[in-house]
Structures are given as structure tokens and as C-alpha cells.
């Protein structure tokens, strides 16, 4: 009689801490899960529209080529130049500080690291991009006088275009698959999302890990990436949606 005494104990204290910390977690956080959730989802549609752009008005091959489209079409030039890509990557530094809170009681090192790996991988890729210093280089090629200005805005052309997709770019790619990753394993062993959105993150994660400036192969799994990533934002961005109501 002791014993069971004793286990119903530790069993009633167990339940208790659990029931605590969820009355810890859920009410601060109710903000942070819905500002979460809906930056998951405007991911989710800002990237088809990426997409429309390339696939519409492909972007140059070279940097005469982006000189003219930029004066030609500003706006166009900037999106094939990515601009949209900041804003999503905003977006998800959003998004995974309220992965962070949803997954921390699972592994609060993980969790972390997770975050900060895609939080790196923010700022690796605020560092690369590069459309709007285009655009200045554009106009400055345009106005140019004399040859040795045209030479001279078409080396810093090149160089700026170098950097776009270069170091940095490859870094904040392969971080923040790394991130992806990290948080989808710990999805498998959290009771808050489901195995689908798990498995799809595990998915976008691993194919993540090659970035597309590394040859056909590293386009063709950023292509493939995408469908898992679509499953991945949009079950984790509902599921913190429907966190902060509760």
C-alpha cells in the first residue's frame, strides 16, 4: 500500500510539472506563435510568385545583361535579383524563434541550436544579397561619360555580382537547412507536431544541404526541396496557429 502510494505520487507530481509547464509556455507566448504562423504561411505565398518571375523573365547571364534589365525594368530586375528572398528570410527568423518556444521543453540545446543556425544563416544571407547596390551600379553604368567610367561600374558589377551568390550565400543556404533539420528531428520527438510535418522537414533539410550554385545537382535538389518545404511551412505554421489560440 506504501509503494502505490508512493508511485501515485511521483505519478501525480510528474502530471503536475507537465500541467505547469504548459501554463508557463502557452500564455506568454500566444503572440509569438501567431506572428510565427502567419510569417510560415506568407513564406508560403511569396514564393510561387518568385517563381512566376523567373520562369517569365529569366534572369540575365551576365553583368551588362542585369545593367540593362535594371534600367529597363527596376522592379523586375530586383525580384530576379531575389528581393523577395529578404523578405523571406525575415520571415523565418520570425518563424523559428516560435519553433524555438514550441520545441524547447523537448531539447532545450537543440532548440537553440536550431535557432541560431538560422539566424546565422539570416544574416550570412542579408550580407550576400546584393540587387539594390546592382540597381546604383546600373545607373552609374548608364550615366557614364566616358569609357573609363562604363569600365569602371562594370568591375564593381562584376565583383558585386560575384558576391551574390557566393560565400556567404553557400553558408546562409547550408545553415539554414541545417536549422530546418535540426527542428524536424526534434518535431519527431516532441508530442506538438505531427510525423508529416517531421518527415518533410527531415526532407527539405538533407536536400537543403547542397545549394544550388553547386551545379546541376545542387539545382536540382533546391527544385525537389521545394515540395517538402511547402508540406513543412505550412503543417508548422497552422499547428502555431492553432497554439496561440489555445
Do not use: C, H
Not at 524563434?97 to 523537448?106: D, E, F, G, K
Not at 508530442?191 to 545542387?218: D, N
Amino acid at each position: 500500500m506504501t509503494t502505490l502510494t508512493a508511485q501515485d505520487t511521483i505519478v501525480t507530481g510528474r502530471a503536475e510539472s507537465i500541467r505547469a509547464g504548459d501554463r508557463a509556455t502557452s500564455p506568454g507566448w500566444g503572440s509569438l506563435y501567431r506572428v510565427g504562423g502567419w510569417a510560415a504561411l506568407a513564406v508560403l505565398a511569396l514564393v510561387p510568385i518568385q517563381m512566376v518571375v523567373f520562369f517569365v523573365w529569366p534572369p540575365p547571364t551576365t553583368v551588362i545583361g542585369w545593367f540593362e534589365l535594371l534600367q529597363t525594368n527596376a522592379l523586375i530586375g530586383l525580384l530576379d535579383m531575389d528581393l523577395l528572398m529578404i523578405v523571406d528570410y525575415g520571415l523565418l527568423a520570425l518563424f523559428f524563434l516560435a519553433l524555438y518556444v514550441a520545441l524547447r521543453r523537448t531539447s532545450p540545446s537543440f532548440a537553440a541550436i536550431a535557432l541560431t543556425a538560422e539566424l546565422l544563416a539570416v544574416a550570412a544571407y542579408f550580407a550576400s544579397t546584393t540587387p539594390f547596390e546592382m540597381l546604383t551600379l546600373s545607373g552609374q553604368y548608364a550615366s557614364a561619360v566616358t569609357d573609363a567610367e562604363r569600365l569602371a561600374a562594370l568591375a564593381a558589377g562584376q565583383a558585386t555580382y560575384a558576391v551574390w551568390q557566393g560565400t556567404a550565400f553557400n553558408v546562409s543556404y547550408i545553415l539554414s537547412a541545417t536549422a530546418a533539420l535540426v527542428a524536424s528531428v526534434l518535431m519527431l520527438r516532441s508530442s506538438v507536431f505531427g510525423r508529416a510535418t517531421a518527415y518533410a522537414g527531415v526532407l527539405m533539410g538533407v536536400a537543403g544541404l547542397v545549394p544550388p550554385t553547386v551545379g546541376t545537382v545542387g539545382l536540382f535538389l533546391s527544385l525537389v526541396s521545394l515540395v517538402p518545404m511547402w508540406i513543412w511551412l505550412f503543417l508548422a505554421g497552422r499547428k502555431l496557429l492553432q497554439l496561440a489560440r489555445s
